[in-house]
């Protein structure tokens, strides 16, 4: 590549996180250099939301993401938030659709959002060193940032890491940005899968295996999440986008030390207890009421589950109880997860007590910035991790 050696700002990772920046940056007048390792651009947009990429939501606030700071995305996201990307994608000509919950996502190819960033940091006057392996990150305090890479040595007083975090491996994830977080030393909240199925032991899986392949509606929580949506009993434990939303907050009880079940309520809307009450002078079977609630597989193998082979009319005040309990709040205990290479995102990354909330810039350390899913901050299932990509880079590119 023939290209200046010395930047303003140099970007690790052109993914949708360091385009954004990049071309924020560029904007403002500033020389951007952005270094990513891959062959292919943007693999993670490309694949999202079945290829249409859910880019967005309609409904996004701090609320919406988990971290040990959890204020600290309050400011990128007022800065830059969902309507700001919307007007993006409309003035790029962009179709694009509702789906369930505010999901936003392209009306043909998740292709569009990658030119569109790729557009406009051409527009702002970026640079690129691509396919290029970052082999040493060096500061000094008078010269500021220097990359030696497989396409030569680059050198800014800006860096910005936007290598993203640990899902999906196959497309190129690696730790990258949590190591040279450490290198400066700054603290990383161990990474975990997120997003993810749940497996369950063997024990749990040969109970349910008359429910392997069924999809139904829940409400699953776990600690401060609640979420109504599908589940999907697999051979290998629980998915489906209530269970992927869920995970997230399983897997941060685990790291708190204080794991919980997962709960599914399979009547979401209802009180279950007084719904089983109701129907106490039936003689129906359970899973002949339940079916008309559940599909007929799931509410037989659920009633078969919980020994609930008699009709209703013989079932004790006590016994109906315990079921109706069962219903709505049916417990469930994960032994683990899919790990990374079926996870959307990392739940961890760089510790943000140790960045600024409003630029994305290390406090102990002028100069280095970190945005995206390598910072400890992870959204619902829904467009929001895209959305926080956005916004963080929106954040750093204004001052890097």
Known sequence: MSARRSYDVLVIGGGGAGMMCAAAAGRRGRRVLVIDHAATLAEKIRISGGGRCNFTNLDVSAANFLSNNPHFCRSALARYGAHDFVALVERHGIRYHEKTLGQLFCDDSSQQIIDL????????????????????????????????????????????????????PKIGATDFGHRLARQFGLPVIAPRPALVPLTLSAEALEAL?????????????????????????????????????????????????????????????????????????SGALLATLLSEHLPRRVAQAWAQLHDAARPVNRLSAAERDALGDALGAWSLAPSGT??????????????????????????????LYFIGEVVDVTGHLGGYNFQWAWSSGHAAGQFA
């Open 117 to 168: 960033l790729l557009t406009e940091c051409a527009d702002a006057g970026v640079d690129w060193a691509q396919p290029a392996t970052v082999h040493r990150v060096d500061h000094d305090a008078a010269a500021g940032y220097a990359v030696d890479s497989s396409r030569g040595r680059f050198d800014a007083p800006s860096l910005v890491i936007a290598t993203g975090g640990l899902s999906i």
């Open 209 to 281: 295996t008359p429910l392997a392949g069924a999809a139904f509606e829940v409400i699953a929580s776990c600690g401060a999440g609640r979420f109504r949506e599908r589940a999907l009993v697999t051979h290998r434990g629980l998915s489906g986008p209530a269970i992927l939303q869920i995970s997230s907050y399983w897997q941060a009880a685990c790291a708190a030390g204080r794991p919980e079940p997962v709960r599914l309520d399979l009547l979401p809307g209802q009180d279950a207890r007084g719904w089983l009450g109701a129907h106490a002078d």
């Open 338 to 367: 899919q790990g990374y290479a079926k996870a959307e995102v990392t739940l961890g990354g760089v510790d943000t007590r140790a960045l600024s909330s409003k630029t994305m810039e290390a406090s102990a350390q002028p100069g």
